[in-house]
């Protein structure tokens, strides 16, 4: 018998997630008897304590028994369990200077540590995520700022429908004008995105029609690695061979700058990798983008006008077009930005659904019977040492800063 816990989530701000829902744990206890599942108890999660116990799990402070422990984000320092296997958003690949610690408690309490971030299939695809929901949810408030901005329509707040389903119901019978939106990425965030797209009823057009055309209805145009980077030898592209060795490529997305209303980014993005534009393009009098989600949110990354977090309750800043300074959003001068590190939270109860369902369809038989090429690759720590793929990090996991 395996005992898996849920934990408490401890980083501040709360996050309100969960791995597995009340009816996905009583699922597990009806189908893996060889499994049981526990609860820490909290105030602080979209489905609450007696959710829980309804559902036939057992809910309690100390689950130390517990073999394997799910979270979502960081786990703090001081509530991390010697020798236990733990698995969670860890932000640390990257050598993120703000999660040295933990990952240096990790190692010195003999934890193992597997990342949601690192499970991936064969050819390097994801399999698990919260994406799609950070692309709805970001995809809405981009619209919503949009609107805001201009005065066109009016959109409300996520929160107000509180579920995907009446979120839906709020887009009847809304009229838009005629914008032109960018989307960028292929992945859970670009879906997430462009299902947003289909349900306010944008037409998609291609590339070339979007640069050429002048549009009497709203549209938008799906920009994917070969549309946003080309080898810099004239060469055509590669997806390996540029996230090898991006600096061998160049942006394309300039050519799209001056007929670009609305940018909605899911472009994945690190180091090294081309910017979407640069700062100086905000003062070119063609810099037509009035309103940037940028859903995957690296603070002066892709989108280099991204001056870092904004907040679900306040998730709209502006940013000043010649002085590059932060300021209240929706100002004539301004591109405003919509950067949120935690969107999915505000349909905390849908995302956590859909990423319970992807957990056990792909992941929990692996983890459980072990012996599992995923499961090893997506291992960062195993029981205190860096494992072989992740020895890049050492200098980091030794205290040394990136």
Not at 20 to 36: E, F, G, S
Not at 183 to 200: D, F, P, Q
Not at 202 to 221: A, C, G, S
Not at 337 to 345: D, E, F, H, S, T
Request: overall charge negative.
């Amino acid at each position: 018998m395996i005992t898996i816990g849920l934990i408490r989530e401890g980083k501040v701000p709360s996050d309100n997630r969960v791995a597995l829902t009340p009816a996905q744990c009583r699922w597990m206890h009806m189908n893996r008897p060889d499994v049981k599942i526990i609860v820490q108890t909290s105030t602080g999660r979209c489905f609450s304590d007696a959710e829980y116990v309804s559902a036939g799990v057992e809910v309690k402070e100390n689950i130390a028994e517990a073999d394997i422990l799910l979270g979502i984000k960081e786990v703090p320092v001081e509530m991390l369990i010697e020798g236990k296997t733990y698995l969670f958003f860890s932000h640390t690949k990257k050598l993120q200077p703000y999660n040295q610690n933990m990952l240096q408690e990790i190692i010195r309490k003999k934890i193992t540590l597997i990342d949601y971030e690192c499970l991936e299939h064969e050819d390097g695809a994801r399999i698990i995520g919260f994406g799609f929901f950070a692309g709805i949810v970001g995809a809405h408030n981009g619209m919503m700022a949009y609107g805001n901005k201009t005065g066109a329509y009016n959109l409300d707040r996520v929160g107000a429908a509180s579920t995907f389903q009446r979120l839906i119901h709020t887009y009847f019978g809304l009229k838009l004008p005629n914008i032109n939106i960018a989307v960028t990425g292929s992945g859970r965030v670009a879906h997430g995105l462009l299902e947003i797209m289909n349900l306010l009823g944008i037409h998609e057009v291609e590339p070339d029609d979007y640069l050429k055309r002048d549009f009497t209805y709203p549209v938008y145009v799906h920009l994917k690695g070969a549309d946003l980077y080309a080898p810099k030898d004239g060469g055509k592209y590669n997806r390996e061979h540029f996230h090898n060795h991006p600096q061998l490529y160049n942006n394309l997305f300039r050519n799209y700058l001056s007929h670009t209303d609305i940018l909605m980014n899911g472009v994945y993005w690190e180091e090294g990798i081309p910017r979407l534009f640069e700062w100086d393009d905000l003062k070119e009098p063609t810099f037509r983008i009035k309103t940037i989600a940028d859903v995957t949110d690296d603070k002066n990354g892709s989108v280099p006008c991204n001056l870092g977090d904004s907040t679900i309750a306040d998730p709209v800043y502006g940013v000043d077009k010649n002085s590059f300074e932060k300021t209240e959003p929706y100002l004539p001068h301004t591109v405003d930005i919509m950067a949120v590190g935690n969107l999915p939270n505000e349909l905390p109860k849908d995302a956590s659904r859909y990423f319970g369902e992807q957990l056990i369809k792909y992941i929990l038989n692996d983890l459980i019977q072990g012996n599992s090429a995923v499961i090893d690759k997506a291992t960062i720590v195993k029981e205190g040492k860096l494992t072989k793929a992740y020895d890049y990090m050492q200098a980091y996991a030794e205290g040394i800063s990136k």
